[in-house]
Every structure is written in structure tokens, then in C-alpha cells.
């Protein structure tokens, strides 16, 4: 199968894309700044007053349950149907799955809601997702990626969606399709918000890219590519989210696609 990945990346620049995003106060910033970076345009909004109609402007929802609060999980289940309404891509982040019930309680709600184009996670918190018992460590993974494959797939086939589940090898599964892709510096989880950020990106993508599978595996390796060659310029946390930044503006579609290293 081939990706293109160069396209998509052009297209997204061309196209600059809004991105709704519903995300937690840790990462608004940095995950607007990185939407910028790469050529889209973000809103963070997530009052309930004014979530419908962001929606229906927009071009993908991001929700993130990062930070939450009960006004926010209506906003986040308003904005949801609003999606499914006026047919825009829903790609959740279950930030912290299996850390707390009150966590777990919100994500059965949300995807009571309206079933997401696209999960995207880490590994402990698409098996605690999965209904695995999985022993989490705050919004950290204590799994390895690909220990959650089989937890990909089932969560693919019940919504019918993408899940794209991030670590030292991204495992993106669209119901039997899978792809791993190799890129990135381990450095990325040292640096708050680059998960986030990397839901943002999936967002932006979805919202040039109807083929969701392709978009999910766009988003990672733009996220490798300049993981790595962020590093080649800092190799300390502050300067490399800087770097990071840098690179989603300076890289070029031709780069993306020449640095990919994705398995089928």
C-alpha cells in the first residue's frame, strides 16, 4: 500500500485546515503553537454555549480529556454530535484511560456519544480502553505499543474507526490494516504535550484527508520525522520542543516522505 505522504502534507498547507480543539489547560499552547507550525488553523473552545457552531466550521474535532470537568464533558459530548450532524472527523485522545473512574466513566459516555474517526493514545490507555486491567501511571504508558495490537483492533472493529496508538514504534490499525511506523527519538516523551499535539496533527490531516487510515499514518510520521530531526538540533527538552516546532514549519513534503520509515 502507498501512502502520500507528500501530498497530504501539501495539501494540508494549502488547505489550512481549523481544528477544533476541546483539550486540557496543560497543553493548549503548545498544541495551538504546533498546529500553526505545520500550516493549519486551531480553536480551542469548549464552552457549550458556542461548541456547535465551532464544529460546524471547522474541519476536524480534537477531543482531549487531559484536564477534566463535568461542563466540560458536555461541551466535549455536544460538540460530538454536532460532528456526527454536519459529518466532520472526531479523533479522541482518552488521556489517562484506566487512571480513574471518573475517566473511564467519561470516555463510555463519549463514545455513547458518537463513535470517533479516529482513537489515538498510548499503549496502556488503549488496552485500559479495551477493557483490559492494565496498571497505568498517570497519563504515562507502562505498555509497550505493540503489546496493545490486539486491543487496536478490537476498538477499531467496535467503532469502526482508525486507532493509532504511539511509542518507540507507532501502531496505526484500520479494522485488519496495520501499519508501524519507525519514526522518532525517545526524547519526545520527555516533552509535555507532544501526544497531544500529535492528536492535533491527526486532526489536521483528517481534515484534508478522508481516508483515515492514510491521514492516522501521515500524522505519525510527520510527528517521527520531526522528532528526529529536532534532535539532530537539541538534545535537551526545552530546546527540542522549540526544534520540534520549528520542524513542523521548516520540513518539507519531500522530506517527509523521503524520511518515513512506515512497515506493512
Request: net charge negative.
Amino acid at each position: 500500500m502507498k501512502f502520500n505522504l507528500a501530498e497530504n502534507l501539501t495539501e494540508l498547507r494549502a488547505k489550512s485546515p481549523l481544528v477544533h480543539n476541546i483539550t486540557n489547560f496543560v497543553v493548549m499552547n503548545y498544541t495551538a503553537n504546533a498546529l500553526l507550525a505545520i500550516g493549519a488553523s486551531p480553536v480551542m473552545a469548549h464552552a457549550v454555549e458556542e461548541v456547535e457552531d465551532m464544529v460546524a466550521i471547522a474541519g476536524a474535532l480534537v477531543i482531549n480529556i487531559g484536564t477534566l470537568s463535568p461542563a466540560w464533558v458536555e461541551g466535549m459530548k455536544r460538540a460530538m454530535s454536532a460532528a456526527v450532524k454536519f459529518g466532520k472527523p472526531i479523533i479522541l485522545d482518552p488521556v489517562g484511560a484506566g487512571a480513574t473512574a471518573y475517566r473511564n466513566v467519561t470516555l463510555t459516555e463519549l463514545l455513547n456519544t458518537a463513535s470517533p474517526t479516529l482513537i489515538r493514545g498510548n499503549a496502556s490507555e488503549i488496552l485500559a480502553l479495551a477493557g483490559n486491567n492494565i496498571q497505568t501511571k498517570g497519563v504515562d504508558s507502562t505498555a509497550n505499543s505493540t503489546d496493545s495490537l490486539q486491543a487496536a483492533k478490537l476498538l477499531s472493529q467496535k467503532y469502526g474507526c482508525v486507532v493509532s496508538v504511539s511509542g518507540a514504534t507507532d501502531v496505526i490499525v484500520s479494522g485488519e490494516k496495520v501499519a508501524y511506523v519507525d519514526n522518532g527519538v525517545s526524547l519526545m516523551t520527555k516533552v509535555t504535550g507532544m501526544g497531544c499535539s500529535a492528536s492535533a496533527i491527526a486532526g489536521a490531516f483528517l481534515a484534508i484527508q478522508s481516508d483515515g487510515f492514510e491521514a492516522a499514518v501521515s500524522a505519525a510520521v510527520m510527528m517521527g520525522v520531526c522528532g528526529e530531526k529536532a534532535f539532530e538540533k537539541a538534545k535537551s527538552p526545552g530546546s527540542f520542543q522549540i526544534a520540534f516546532l520549528d520542524l513542523l514549519s521548516e520540513l518539507s513534503p519531500e522530506e517527509l516522505a523521503e524520511l518515513a520509515v512506515v512497515r506493512l
